[in-house]
């Protein structure tokens, strides 16, 4: 059974910094890519930004490059998204997800196992 267990979420002011947290659980994590996706209320689910299965490469949607770094550590079968300069746009329930393959990909059908999600707020 894989799990996917996201934390780290909470409410910030415009500007400020959270950084969350995915552990995984049940599959050998270094084989595959990881992502993280958002979702706000009325909008469709989005790509934030993905990190191959060795670290090595990463890739964002251009709304947050710059601001957002991701990483994992895959002794810790754990991956991270740094988010840094907050804004209210940012806000919404962030899910992280395994991929079908050790590449980042960038739309949902690649993914094959999600978390349950965790919600940022940013205040202005």
């Known amino acids: 059974q894989v799990q996917l267990v996201e934390s780290g979420g909470g409410l910030v002011q415009a500007g400020g910094s959270l950084r969350l947290s995915c552990a995984a659980s049940?599959?050998?994590?270094?084989?595959?890519?990881m992502g993280w996706f958002r979702q706000a209320p009325g909008k469709e689910r989005e790509f934030v930004g993905g990190i191959s299965a060795t670290g090595f490469s990463t890739y964002y949607r251009d709304s947050v490059k710059g601001r957002f770094t991701i990483s994992r550590d895959n002794a810790k079968n754990t991956v991270y998204l740094q988010m840094n300069s907050l804004k209210p746009e940012d806000t919404a329930i962030y899910y992280c997800?395994?991929?079908?393959?050790?590449?980042?990909?960038?739309?949902?059908?690649?993914?094959?196992?999600w978390g349950q999600g965790t919600q940022v707020t940013v205040s202005s």
């Open positions: 049940g599959r050998t994590f270094s084989r595959y890519a």
């Open positions: 997800a395994s991929a079908k393959a050790s590449v980042v990909v960038s739309t949902p059908y690649q993914y094959d196992y």
